[in-house]
């Protein structure tokens, strides 16, 4: 167990609200990512970010942004919904010596109507 | 980009046999690093297994090993003594060191049969 909690678990929302989903870590790890979870393509990183007010982004970044202004959360930002943002969003952390294992959260479910 | 393909969409194995899952990757890295994931249908990811490109033994945890062909991009999982949780999707990953994007395949359902 990461000490990896997401939420909320599920939200449903209109298109054009905005929307953030949360992540918290209890460990001070300092890597943390999220990923949206579509079928047929598996996990796609969106940002990652790799200390306070430290972020990057990955290969789904449009229509997304992030802000960490605390080593234990992670917050995802949706300015604008739009129902191709319908997915399962999951928060990771890195552990071990090189960084480089990753343990997921539980996952939130999004949809956008 | 690193791609990572995994071929089979959906598997099913018998209570106690034993299942391989394949899985290929495209880099021009040397030094990389592979991982399975498992996804039960309560959705969270579990790492399963880790292997080092560096490394030519290859890795093993309980009934779960792999099979690492570096030359032939190749990563596949074997699962021996197959129980009925191990039903779930089952991801690979690579990531490249000090990268920071883990790239998955896209799954494969693997159902196991009492």
């Known amino acids: 167990d990461a000490g990896i909690t997401q939420s909320p678990r599920h939200k449903v929302t209109e298109t054009g609200t905005p929307v953030t989903l949360r992540c918290h870590q209890t460990?001070?790890?300092?890597?943390m990512y999220w990923y949206r979870q579509d079928p047929g393509h598996g996990l796609r990183l969106i940002h990652y970010s790799y200390g306070v007010k430290d972020t990057d982004k990955g290969e789904v970044s449009d229509g997304y942004s992030v802000s960490r202004s605390k080593t234990e959360d992670f917050l995802l930002t949706l300015e604008s919904a739009t129902s191709s943002q319908t997915s399962v969003y999951f928060c990771?952390?890195?552990?071990?010596?090189?960084?480089?294992?990753?343990?997921f959260g539980p996952g939130t479910r999004l949809t956008v109507t | 980009a690193q791609t990572v393909t995994q071929s089979q969409p959906e598997m099913s194995v018998q209570e106690a046999e034993t299942v391989t899952l394949s899985c290929t990757y495209d880099t021009s890295e040397n030094n990389y690093y592979l991982f399975w994931y498992k996804q039960p249908p309560s959705r969270q990811m579990i790492l399963v297994i880790r292997q080092e490109a560096y490394k030519q033994q290859n890795a093993t945890e309980n009934r779960f090993s792999v099979n690492f062909q570096k030359a032939a991009k190749s990563f596949s999982l074997k699962i021996s003594d197959s129980q009925l949780g191990d039903t779930a999707m089952y991801f690979c990953a690579f990531m490249k060191p000090h990268n920071n994007d883990m790239r998955f395949g896209a799954g494969t359902r693997l159902t196991v049969k009492p």
């Open positions: 460990e001070n790890h300092r890597y």
């Open positions: 990771a952390i890195s552990v071990g010596r090189f960084s480089y294992e990753q343990y």
